[in-house]
T-cell receptor, first 114, second 118 residues
Framework: GAGVSQSPRYKVAKRGQDVALRCDPI?????LFWYQQALGQGPEFLTY????????KSGLPSDRFFAERPEGSVSTLKIQRTQQEDSAVYLC????????????FGPGTRLTVT | AQTVTQSQPEMSVQEAETVTLSCTYD???????LFWYKQPPSRQMILVIR??????QNATENRFSVNFQKAAKSFSLKISDSQLGDAAMYFC???????????????FGKGITLSVRP
């Protein structure tokens, strides 16, 4: 079956622009995670959804970052007024349910803020 | 808070040889999961191997095995008979055993770049 997909794969934004990054999880997966991966670093947790409920947003770096999953499937990560430090790869992962099950990762969206 | 440390930024191995990637972690929890993930240049992260902390037996998956030392909080990955396709970034990761809500997240190390020489 299809894996986790993300779009766009690459995004270039001018500083101050708003961006929206999309994640399509594996069908039937209840849990969805967003991670931010800076160049040469490991992914860092941003936020977690169980169905449509955002259970943890402790990793969001500022109030410019907002995530939603209104129908419990597709998720969107929105970054308002982008800054150069937002440049990173944004990874989405989904799992069947919660922590026990394996997290399957998407290919990521590489965001470059100029 | 848990931390994961991978102190070797790069390693190189000759094809068909064996290589060991190191990882240490810090946690106050007694039960947890540890993982090694592989991220090839295409960037899609895939799970290589998983270890439950309550299991004494080291996990193995074909050519991949771990050396889990709970007291030392060490979790190394051994790749036997290295292949060109093993070249990638490898990340060590931690997850709480109590996998409800916020505890479901993975905490990653900085990763290590493995190159395989033909």
């Amino acid at each position: 079956g299809a894996g986790v997909s993300q779009s766009p794969r690459y995004k270039v934004a001018k500083r101050g622009q708003d961006v929206a990054l999309r994640c399509d999880p594996i069908s039937g997966h209840v849990s969805l995670f967003w991670y931010q991966q800076a160049l040469g670093q490991g992914p860092e947790f941003l936020t977690y959804f169980q169905n449509e409920a955002q259970l943890d947003k402790s990793g969001l770096p500022s109030d410019r970052f907002f995530a939603e999953r209104p129908e419990g499937s597709v998720s969107t990560l929105k970054i308002q007024r982008t800054q150069q430090e937002d440049s990173a790869v944004y990874l989405c992962a989904s799992s069947l349910r919660g922590g026990y099950y394996e997290q399957y990762f998407g290919p990521g969206t590489r965001l470059t803020v100029t | 808070a848990q931390t994961v440390t991978q102190s070797q930024p790069e390693m190189s191995v000759q094809e068909a040889e064996t290589v060991t990637l190191s990882c240490t972690y810090d946690t106050s929890e007694s039960d947890y999961y540890l993982f090694w993930y592989k991220q090839p240049p295409s960037r899609q992260m895939i799970l290589v191997i998983r270890q439950e902390a309550y299991k004494q037996q080291n996990a193995t998956e074909n050519r991949f095995s771990v050396n889990f030392q709970k007291a030392a909080k060490s979790f190394s990955l051994k790749i036997s008979d290295s292949q060109l396709g093993d070249a990638a970034m490898y990340f060590c990761a931690y997850r709480s055993f109590h996998h409800t809500g916020a505890n479901s997240k993975l905490t990653f190390g900085k990763g290590i770049t493995l190159s395989v020489r033909p």
